[in-house]
């Protein structure tokens, strides 16, 4: 049976060809389910994804139509940072330098390596409520970065960079000056329950990060 992105995928054929034009109206989600040989709650996810995306224009009563100039909403997909240290072409390796949980959220700070030096270190959240799961990992062998990765799809986020000073922890473990200008990330993550992990991560000096849109 066809999953959600399949149908997502044969929906977003349909726009890009024609098949379905600009302001026209699609078939209602019965009348696909029917036509795809799936549920039409699998329709109805791959439907309010591509609306989500700004390709579909939904109206209660009015049926789904797709809309007269697309515009794609720029998409936030979390890196990981073994990954990136990889794409360097060095060796990549993390420590953990705390780990506790306080009521609903375990607190974990994490110190990423590039060739034994520091890369970046991030002091994050995750909330055990949403995530219960979390609470047991063993981040020492797979960072919370990349365990979130695999373990944690969110629905929306925020996220932020900026330059701020070096706080004394950072001076700690990036090995800079104090008031070092640092490039600071901070993102949030929500799944439909709610929040999933908060995040801020401080890059050592002279790093760079390549956004795609």
Same mark, same amino acid.
């Given at each position: ?95 953990? !330098?705390? @780990? ?7 607190? #974990?700070?994490? &110190?990423?390596? $590039?060739? =034994?030096?520091?890369? /970046? ?63 600071? !990330?901070? @993102? ?7 929040? #999933?992990?908060? &995040?801020?991560? $401080?890059? =050592?000096?002279?790093? /760079? ?5």
């Amino acid at each position: 049976m066809l999953g959600w992105q399949d149908v997502q995928a044969e929906a977003l054929r349909r726009i890009q060809s024609r098949a379905w034009p600009p302001g026209g109206l699609i078939p209602n989600e019965a009348e696909l389910a029917i036509e795809l040989g799936c549920a039409r709650a699998t329709v109805n996810r791959a439907l309010r994804a591509l609306a989500e995306d700004g390709w579909l224009e939904r109206r209660r009563r009015a049926g789904t139509r797709v809309t007269l100039s697309p515009q794609r909403r720029a998409q936030m997909s979390v890196p990981v940072i073994r990954q990136e240290v990889e794409a360097l072409g060095k060796i990549y390796s993390h420590r953990v !330098l705390s @780990r506790k949980v306080d009521n609903a959220y375990l607190s #974990i700070q994490t &110190l990423h390596l $590039a060739d =034994a030096m520091p890369y /970046a270190v991030e002091d994050r959240e995750i909330n055990l409520t949403t995530l219960p799961a979390a609470k047991d990992a063993d981040f020492a062998v797979l960072s919370a970065n990349e365990w979130l990765v695999q373990n944690a799809p969110f629905d929306r986020g925020t996220m932020e960079y900026l330059a701020e000073a070096a706080s004394d922890f950072e001076v700690q473990h990036l090995g800079c000056a104090p008031a070092t200008p640092l490039m600071i !990330l901070r @993102r949030e993550t929500f799944s439909e329950v709610g929040l #999933i992990t908060r &995040l801020r991560m $401080a890059y =050592a000096p002279g790093r /760079a990060v390549r956004l795609n849109i």
